[in-house]
């Protein structure tokens, strides 16, 4: 009997199952009216002494083992069953929430593609800048009031110290490092992150973008500045766009103009986004000063070259008609996902 108990083990722990018919068949083979078990317990009536003791046990233990199995055959064949019936193709899916870019990076990345159509390559530099790169190779003046502390935000500015660290106003940075790793031909957009010592409000922000322009070459003259900026307005805001070069100064360019461009809004008729003039102003642009071509090491008798900058958020304003400047910094989920259909 011991034996036959001890086969009967081996054949529970043995046993596997593939559907509840199975399993069924198993229980009755076991534990049914007829089952293996209700014959041992029979028998077991008949023994006796010290064997009964041992038996007993014996045989509880395989009551148990066999139910034990039944039950965890039973519930896996359960939960597998669950999850085919579960699996119902026709049921429509759960969309996944995409991601959407960010209206500046949206413009600046159309900028950048518009320019590279006409040859431009990409540029980019550091944020934090020295003193030189930003102000100096580019022709400021020691005490021009753009490197006054309101405006400009110093790492560190030691008494005395000339060409302290600091962060960059504006991308013309670039340009210098480009012209002095470079001889002309020189064609780039460069795209960044500018920051200014400017109390934050709806119209002024310590931090915006800039794409900056430089095309320096032989021959390079204020007309080829009038037609690239005009394909580029053109590309941006539509080809009925004019646009309006108004004399200005920069230190870095001379001569300096500044670019507006006809109000796509009222179409140049006059309404409040363009303050009734029927023009808006996107940014700077000129002719590269001698002066700024010589500080980085290119020969301004040989040379000549335009540059021009613009404030990305001043064109994504225009172009979504959003007037806070703190929107674009806030990362508010609900004012990104409005520009979703922009890509
Ligand atoms: N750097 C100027 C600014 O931040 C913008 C600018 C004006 C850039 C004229 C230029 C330029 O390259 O030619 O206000």
Same mark, same amino acid.
């Given at each position: ?19 509840? !018919? #199975?399993?069924? &068949?198993?229980?009755?083979k076991m534990? /049914? $009216?007829k089952?293996? %078990?209700?014959?041992?317990? +029979? ?13 007993? !046990? #014996?045989?509880? &233990? ?5 139910? /034990? $199995?039944?039950?965890? %055959?039973?519930?896996?064949? +359960?939960?597998s ?6 699996l ?27 320019f ?7 540029a ?40 302290p ?15 002095q790793k ?11 992150r ?17 794409v ?81 071509l ?5 020969d ?11 404030g ?32």
């Amino acid at each position: 009997m011991k034996t036959r108990i001890e086969n009967l083990l081996s054949e529970v722990e043995a046993f596997t199952a593939d559907s509840a !018919q #199975k399993v069924e &068949e198993f229980r009755i083979k076991m534990l /049914g $009216k007829k089952g293996d %078990l209700t014959l041992l317990f +029979e028998e077991f009536k008949q023994v006796s002494g010290e064997m009964k003791r041992e038996l007993g !046990q #014996k045989i509880n &233990e395989l009551k148990n083992r066999a139910q /034990g $199995k039944i039950n965890e %055959l039973r519930e896996t064949l +359960e939960n597998s069953s669950a999850t085919t019936l579960s699996l119902d193709s026709s049921r429509p899916g759960t969309a996944d929430s995409m991601g959407t870019r960010h209206p500046v990076a949206v413009v600046r990345n159309e900028i950048l593609d518009i320019f590279s159509r006409l040859g431009f390559t990409v540029a980019e530099g550091p944020e934090v800048e020295d003193d030189w790169h930003v102000f100096g190779a580019l022709n400021f003046p020691p005490e021009h009031p753009a490197r006054d502390m309101q405006d400009t935000f110093f790492v560190e500015k030691k008494e005395g110290e000339e060409n302290p660290i600091l962060l960059r106003t504006h991308t013309s940075s670039i340009q210098v490092r480009a012209m002095q790793k470079q001889q002309p031909p020189i064609r780039i957009v460069c795209p960044g992150r500018v920051y200014r010592n400017e109390a934050v409000s709806a119209r002024a922000h310590c931090m915006f973008h800039q794409v900056e322009g430089l095309y320096v070459d032989q021959n390079v003259s204020f007309a080829d500045l009038k037609q690239t900026l005009l394909y580029f307005a053109k590309e941006l805001f539509g080809q009925n766009v004019e646009i309006r070069l108004r004399p200005s100064f920069f230190p870095f360019t001379e001569p300096s103009a500044e670019m507006d461009v006809s109000c796509s809004i009222c179409g140049g008729k006059g309404c409040n986004i363009c303050k009734g003039t029927g023009w808006l102003e996107v940014g700077g642009c000129g002719m590269v000063d001698p002066n700024v071509l010589e500080s980085c090491n290119i020969d301004s008798k040989k040379y000549s070259g335009f540059a021009f900058g613009f404030g990305v958020e001043r064109i994504v304003m225009l172009k979504y008609q959003v007037r806070d400047l703190r929107l674009y910094f806030e990362n508010d989920v609900r004012f990104l996902k409005q520009f979703a259909a922009a890509i």
